[in-house]
């Protein structure tokens, strides 16, 4: 079982690199939005996997909490995105 | 503490689940880096990454107790909720900045709906014409 939760952390330690690859590049700043909306859920994901792991339920909360912040964050973002944009 | 399910059954079936749902992760990521514009990795961020939140959650909720569970399925619903509407945001957002190549659009349906003389991408009215 511990190998199976290696290899897991593995493949979204990777899917988060590549996320974090594409927040650096852009080119928009709508790119950076979708990346750092990537990251959220992979670090929701990563909490997961630290719970299914250590069996312990008293992070489930920090979950729910970081999927709702994410979401208003991803949505102020792109609102404010457009809106800066156009000046240009 | 009582999980959910125990037994050698319940940690291969755990087990099978969080490795799909991080292979999922890990698939949407290579698109997202790897896909060439703006609405393409729009559907490489968010169908993916769902899935393999979906499946880890869920072999995660095999293996706490039950209110954790039904907290960590609360989890799930409110992202597959959310992540349509972030989509759908960020997709209007890029159609009015001039983020779609016209060449890529089969069908523009919102055309059709804005001013005649907006120019996607160069379009100062068109939020006084209705709500975006």
Known sequence: MGAVFAVVLVMVGVAAALALYRLLRGPSSLDRVVALDVVVVLTLVAAGVYVAYYRDGSNIPLLAAVALVGFVGSTAAARLAVRRERHR | ?132
């Not at chain 2, 907290?71 to 349509?84: E, G, H």
């Not at chain 2, 779609?100 to 160069?122: Q, S």
Request: overall charge negative; hydrophobic content about 50%; some cysteine.
């Open chain 2, 1 to 132: 503490m009582n999980p959910v399910a125990a037994g050698p059954v319940a940690d291969v079936v755990s087990a099978v689940l969080m490795l799909f749902g991080a292979l999922s992760c890990l698939l949407g990521a290579i698109g997202l880096v790897r896909l060439p514009d703006l609405p393409a990795r729009l559907q490489a961020a968010t169908k993916p990454q769902t899935l393999g939140l979906s499946l880890i959650l869920l072999g995660t909720a095999l293996r706490v107790e039950l209110a954790s569970a039904v907290t960590l399925v609360l989890v799930v619903l409110f992202q597959v909720i959310t992540a349509p509407v972030i989509s759908q945001l960020v997709g209007r957002a890029a159609y009015r900045s001039g983020g779609f190549p016209d060449d890529t659009l089969v069908v523009d349906e919102l055309a059709e709906h804005l001013p005649a003389d907006a120019v996607v991408g160069d379009e100062p009215d068109a939020d006084r014409h209705g709500r975006d």
